[in-house]
């Protein structure tokens, strides 16, 4: 996979930088570290989901990235989608006084206690990708990340494309996210939104936890067919889990984004790979590579100046169809 490669290639650059800053502190009279500016050298804590897709894959990539050319000190760690390991690493970012913490909240709730542990030691939190919710606001400075309910009435409207020309009722079958997820929770309700707004043909008949996972993707979508024949539509809401749903539906004897049309959501390599090929007819991106812009919050956070930035730092992205994927293979990032 290539996100596996990608991720090694990542973490032997950040060791790499590690190497370098421990030979630069041995030798004081050449440099205090990668920060050539001569003020301290910020430090962040960064507690990461985990690594179940190829879009989580970039990101780790893009935020390792982004901190060593922003001459940041990164404290990384994955938390293998659990609350509790994030609840963890945060404490411990906490213990080892970090200047900022950042992380992508695997859950929306559960997070104002060690938030709020946080805030009593003066280290401010930057929410990345995912949202938390809270009843006080003060107890993150901003969220650089999608508009993932948008991301659900773009997929509704990706799909109204691939059925144009359809007539009669639509079965829909959907893979969610991780129960709890920002993400899960708001892709789904953006293509409720619109689907229940315009669309009295279109049902829901099946809807699962695949938790963001090809393994999960394949195993729930083989449930699905074995429960339903007569499944028209999959929205999935990543692509990992359309392309493990794919090997369920080829296995079923059915032929994917002809027999089932498939909608799924970020973009990876893979599933542009699998829209070239026709097996997905549409992709809305989400966009992972949100390193720079949390690193420049970072770096206005540590200056006093957090009060200067928006609660929510958008990422900007866009949608994509079977018949574009070849052309627009080259040119993706991740
Ligand atoms: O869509 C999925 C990943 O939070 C936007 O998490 C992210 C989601 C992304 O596992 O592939």
New binding site residues.
Partial sequence: MIDRRSFLTAGAAVSAAGILAACAKKNPAKSTGPDSSGSKQITLGFSQ??S?????AA?TQSVKEAAKAAGINLKFSDAQQKQENQISAIRSYIAQKVDVISF?PVVVTGWDTVLKEAKAAGIPVILT??SVETSDPSLYVTLV??D?EIEGERAAHMLEKVLAGHKGPVKIAQLE??TG???AIERAKGFGKIMHASHPEWTIIASQTGD??RAGGKQVMAAFLQAHSDIDVLFS????MAIGAIQSIQAAGKTPGTDIKIVS??G?HDGFVAMSKGQINAIVE?N?LLGPQLMDAVKTVHAGKGSTLPRWIKTKEGDYTADQAAAALPSRKY
């Fill in positions: 989901v985990g179940e897709s190829g879009w989580r990101n992508s990708d995912r990340g999608s993932f996210g991780t997820a920002a993400p963001f996972t809401h990543n692509d990992d959501v970020d990876v989400c992972p």
